[in-house]
């Protein structure tokens, strides 16, 4: 064979074992540099009948889970409902309005429920570009240090509820009962 003819044959192979790779690839598993990090210092202005507004030091003393959501986000849609059980347990959510019109959301969260102890306007995406926010639906989970522990991307359902967020926030709150006691 000539060395011509194997040029494309090679370049071929290297490309199929790369999209090979590529595919055995977690795409919620991006890393986040984040991780470890005390949580970006901001404060948020409160949305219309769904105030206070939050900012970093309120995610301090407790874990706590931050949800990024959008009105205009239709995964956010889908998990609302488990993060409305979650609320329910006890759990302090607050949620980061994320590029969205504050009376939009508003109105979203007063047809679907409010889960969140809190939730701040972040119109412009100035708080979520701190964050590391790719886009919407994101969560993180805070420990009582204000330390980011876990970031999730995309709508969390069950299974993912059930298997790494909360046992990250029970891990956390037994971690902090130990630190107490």
Known sequence: MRPALLVPLVVF???AVALAVGLGL???EIPSALIGKAVPTF???PMKDFGPGFSSEDLKGKVSIVNVFASWCVPCRAEHGLWIEVAKTGVPIYGLNYK???NNASAWLAQLGNPYTA???DELGRVGIDWGVYGVPET???DPDGIIQLKFIGPVDRNALETQ???KVRELQAKAVARAG
């Open 26 to 28: 977690k795409p919620r």
């Open 165 to 167: 967020i909360l046992p």
């Open 13 to 15: 192979a290297m490309v």
């Open 140 to 142: 993180f989970v805070v």
């Open 43 to 45: 404060a948020l202005e």
């Open 100 to 102: 969205d019109r504050p």
């Open 119 to 121: 939730t701040g306007a």
